[in-house]
């Protein structure tokens, strides 16, 4: 559907109507503390309530204060929700709770932030198609990427995807289209105005390797453009970021993701670029090679648990704190748990 921009206001103040005013409590807010951590914590977290205390449990024995809460992982939701369809796998053991609005109490009790984690542009990347007949993969073949000879990506199976070089990834939806601008504005709006997230956090904001098209900065940049708009008109403050890839030159060239510029110019509050590096010194060297006109000061740092042991996250934490970069950011919740050496590691920060 192409929505004309009168009828996304009449959508916008719909919205409003049958949400209500926003009568959530404050957004919690951790006292400015430098160093900090945070967890990107995936999906399965919300499948059950002893899942999501294990999770609490964690981050909060690291001594991290900020969660990246996954909720929405390809284009389905775990939360209820009037815009994306729900996940193949539901939450149980939560009653007539709403499993999000439940984790987001017990997470601020713990005096912990969550960010909403939305995977934005990835449509699919399991080998079997979704089960549900209405999520956009059935629903709109026509909305994905294009590739340079015009061919949708969309009518790859996940062997062409792999052999093409997405080993991985997935199916992108195209930020161009106006369509998936609109569903996706409309889902984060729904998110924003029913639950009092302390961010929105947006992962694959971006085209996939290799399928870009000329414009496709413009094209992302565009859709950023618009949820920032729609997010400060309907929750001032809330704060904003993305993860991205850690090298800009390589981002915007292969990826359409010119993330200094999003800084630049406001788009987005904060960026979280994924340095998944083996050893200390690669990863420092790859943030202390950004540009001056990169705000460290805005920039999270993300690491694998997998690639570095917790002494080495240590001295990351404490030398990056040093040069102006206010935390860093563990992938992942699940790892933390298999990883050797993280069960029991004690804390990141002082």
């Given at each position: 559907m192409n929505l004309p921009a009168t009828l996304l206001v009449v959508h916008i103040l719909a919205l409003f109507h049958f949400a209500g005013a926003p009568s959530m409590t404050p957004l919690f807010r951790v006292s400015p503390a430098v160093p900090r951590c945070a967890v990107w914590v995936v999906r399965n977290a919300l499948q059950s309530p002893d899942a999501w205390?294990?999770?609490?449990?964690?981050?909060?024995?690291?001594?991290?204060?900020?969660i990246y809460l996954q909720v929405s992982g390809r284009w389905d939701?775990?939360?209820?929700?009037?815009?994306?369809?729900?996940?193949?796998?539901?939450?149980?053991?939560?009653?007539?709770?709403?499993?999000?609005?439940?984790?987001?109490?017990e997470a601020h009790a713990r005096r912990m932030e969550v960010h909403a984690w939305v995977n934005a542009l990835l449509a699919w990347s399991a080998?079997?198609?979704?089960?549900?007949?209405?999520?956009?993969?059935?629903?709109?073949?026509?909305?994905?990427?294009l590739g340079?000879?015009?061919?949708?990506?969309?009518?790859?199976?996940?062997?062409?995807?792999?052999?093409?070089?997405?080993?991985?990834?997935?199916?992108?939806?195209?930020?161009?289209?106006?369509?998936?601008?609109?569903?996706?504005?409309?889902?984060?709006?729904?998110?924003?105005?029913?639950?009092?997230?302390?961010?929105?956090h947006l992962d694959y904001i971006r085209y996939p390797a290799g399928w870009k098209p000329a414009d496709g900065d413009a094209r992302v940049e565009r859709l950023l453009a618009l949820v920032r708009q729609d997010l400060d008109r309907?929750?001032?403050?809330?704060?904003?970021?993305?993860?991205?890839?850690?090298?800009?030159?390589?981002?915007e060239r292969?990826?359409?993701?010119d993330w200094p510029a999003w800084l630049e110019r406001g788009l987005v509050d904060e960026v979280v670029p994924m340095v998944y590096r083996d050893d200390v010194g690669a990863v420092l060297g790859t943030i202390e090679a950004y540009p001056a006109s990169v705000p460290l000061s805005r920039v999270w740092v993300g690491l694998r648990v997998d690639r570095l042991s917790p002494s080495d996250c240590r001295r990351l934490v404490a030398?990056?704190?040093?040069?102006?970069?206010?935390?860093?950011?563990?992938?992942?919740?699940?790892?933390?748990g298999e990883s050797r050496g993280w069960?029991?590691?004690g804390r990141l920060v002082p």
């Amino acid at each position: 559907m192409n929505l004309p921009a009168t009828l996304l206001v009449v959508h916008i103040l719909a919205l409003f109507h049958f949400a209500g005013a926003p009568s959530m409590t404050p957004l919690f807010r951790v006292s400015p503390a430098v160093p900090r951590c945070a967890v990107w914590v995936v999906r399965n977290a919300l499948q059950s309530p002893d899942a999501w205390k294990q999770a609490l449990d964690r981050t909060e024995q690291l001594g991290c204060d900020r969660i990246y809460l996954q909720v929405s992982g390809r284009w389905d939701a775990f939360f209820p929700s009037a815009v994306f369809p729900p996940p193949k796998y539901r939450a149980t053991g939560w009653g007539d709770t709403d499993p999000l609005l439940q984790a987001l109490g017990e997470a601020h009790a713990r005096r912990m932030e969550v960010h909403a984690w939305v995977n934005a542009l990835l449509a699919w990347s399991a080998p079997a198609a979704p089960s549900d007949p209405a999520h956009v993969y059935f629903s709109h073949p026509d909305w994905f990427v294009l590739g340079p000879d015009g061919r949708s990506m969309r009518a790859l199976d996940r062997q062409a995807l792999d052999r093409a070089g997405l080993v991985g990834e997935g199916w992108f939806l195209d930020p161009g289209r106006v369509e998936v601008r609109t569903e996706l504005r409309r889902f984060l709006l729904d998110l924003a105005l029913r639950y009092p997230v302390d961010g929105i956090h947006l992962d694959y904001i971006r085209y996939p390797a290799g399928w870009k098209p000329a414009d496709g900065d413009a094209r992302v940049e565009r859709l950023l453009a618009l949820v920032r708009q729609d997010l400060d008109r309907v929750r001032p403050g809330l704060v904003l970021s993305a993860a991205v890839l850690p090298r800009p030159a390589e981002a915007e060239r292969s990826f359409g993701q010119d993330w200094p510029a999003w800084l630049e110019r406001g788009l987005v509050d904060e960026v979280v670029p994924m340095v998944y590096r083996d050893d200390v010194g690669a990863v420092l060297g790859t943030i202390e090679a950004y540009p001056a006109s990169v705000p460290l000061s805005r920039v999270w740092v993300g690491l694998r648990v997998d690639r570095l042991s917790p002494s080495d996250c240590r001295r990351l934490v404490a030398r990056l704190s040093e040069i102006g970069v206010p935390g860093v950011v563990l992938f992942s919740q699940n790892s933390l748990g298999e990883s050797r050496g993280w069960r029991g590691s004690g804390r990141l920060v002082p």
